[in-house]
């Protein structure tokens, strides 16, 4: 009988121990995976030009490069009625022109050929140019919503340096945080674009966007932590880093650290875009 209770009780204990470890696997493989891919920011010795896909698959209908081009050169990028092309540039200077446009091109700057069919970019000797091309894709909802796009949000080209655009505030950052929106809403449909800048030690609080695909971009001098439920990432400069969609996530920085990144919404539907209206221009704040 005592033999038999003794079996029960290491029977018993065994089972609840499976459970414990049963309920701790499941927790872990729960937990997302945050993606990062550093960029490949040396070029390859006697090369004139670099390309590297980023992140392939992350983000739906969308192909995203780090380019790098050697000066003195003189590329041309073929464009598509089918796709609109967004070129950020992170380091280096140059040139870029269309048919009816030219911009000096400096670090920290989006241009946009919305019309054209081919831009030139040219390089200056000594210089050497990255920029991130994002493909993307228009849906024929695509097409029929920019067509109703109000007149000040219809470019032929957009261009715009970061230092330029409008400031705004939101609640789960700091007085400290200088955000900028760089792409505002309805100028590519459903992409929105901006920056979060702030020394250390800082934060981003934690939050969730269900509606949205989201990218960070590490702009010069980058290095935080990046968190999403329970799994968290060294996000550095010159790296791309994608939020699982759905995640409780927020960014950290440390002491005598800087956070400074370029933060890229993918939005599912047009009526997602609502989420934006959290951003409070600072004009507006001036106003109240």
């Not at 932590?225 to 010159?238: L, M, P, R, T, W």
Request: net charge negative; aromatic share 10%.
């Amino acid at each position: 009988m005592k033999s038999l209770e003794l079996l029960f009780k290491k029977s018993h204990s065994l089972i609840l121990l499976l459970f414990f470890f049963s309920v701790v696997f499941v927790s872990c493989s729960n937990t997302p995976e945050i993606d990062v891919q550093n960029m490949l920011m040396d070029v390859p010795s006697g090369e004139s030009s670099f390309t590297e896909e980023l992140l392939s698959g992350a983000i739906a209908d969308t192909k995203i490069e780090h380019v790098a081009l050697v000066g003195p050169t003189i590329q041309k990028l073929q464009l598509s009625k089918e796709n609109v092309d967004m070129l950020i540039f992170i380091k280096g200077k140059g040139q870029i022109q269309s048919d009816t446009s030219v911009y000096n091109l400096v670090p920290e700057s989006i241009a946009i050929p919305m019309s054209p069919e081919e831009v030139q970019i040219e390089v200056p000797n000594g210089e050497v140019l990255h920029f991130i091309r994002f493909t993307k894709k228009l849906s024929e909802q695509d097409i029929k919503d920019m067509a109703t796009f109000p007149a000040e949000n219809k470019y032929d080209f957009f261009f715009t340096k970061f230092e330029d655009c409008e400031s705004y505030t939101e609640k789960i950052k700091s007085p400290n945080t200088v955000s900028r929106t760089v792409l505002r809403a309805d100028i590519i449909p459903r992409v929105a674009l901006g920056t979060v800048g702030a020394p250390g030690p800082d934060e981003v609080g934690a939050h969730k966007h269900a509606m949205l695909d989201q990218l960070f971009l590490g702009l010069a001098n980058n290095d935080v932590v990046v968190h999403a439920d329970g799994a968290s990432a060294e996000f550095k400069e010159f790296s791309l880093l994608h939020i699982p969609i759905g995640s409780s996530h927020g960014v950290s920085v440390g002491e005598n650290k800087t956070m400074y990144y370029l933060w890229m919404d993918f939005f599912l539907t047009k009526e997602g875009q609502e989420w934006l209206k959290t951003h409070k221009p600072m004009s507006a704040d001036a106003n109240d």
